[in-house]
Nanobody, 114 residues
Framework: QVQLVESGGGLVQPGGSLRLSCAASGIIFSSYDMSWYRQAPGKQRELVATITSGGSTNYADSVKGRFTISRDNAKNTVYLQMNSLKPEDTAVYYC????????WGQGTQVTVSS
């Protein structure tokens, strides 16, 4: 059974930081491209960042220079370090694993507000 479990969300003030984690089980983690998506109320889900199985990274223009995606294959975990957070970063953040199939986590809420 495949499970992706996100953690690390919460309420943070503008300019603050959070680190999201996504722990995977039931897959050969090192073979999967891992991504973070987010969905704000009333908006479509959007891709935030991807790290490939080979370690290459890509970011949405809106988060470049502020967010960093990384992975630890020994821990089957992908991270999203989010710095200089803005109110427009408020969303539910989802972890995604992609290889032959796509798997999703349940999401973790990030709220940026003063």
């Amino acid at each position: 059974q495949v499970q992706l479990v996100e953690s690390g969300g919460g309420l943070v003030q503008p300019g603050g930081s959070l680190r999201l984690s996504c722990a995977a089980s039931g897959i050969i983690f090192s073979s999967y491209d891992m991504s973070w998506y987010r969905q704000a109320p009333g908006k479509q889900r959007e891709l935030v960042a991807t790290i490939t199985s080979g370690g290459s990274t890509n970011y949405a223009d809106s988060v470049k220079g502020r967010f960093t995606i990384s992975r630890d294959n020994a821990k089957n975990t992908v991270y999203l370090q989010m710095n200089s957070l803005k109110p427009e970063d408020t969303a539910v953040y989802y972890c995604n694993a992609a290889y032959r199939w796509h798997y999703w986590g349940q999401g973790t809420q990030v709220t940026v507000s003063s």
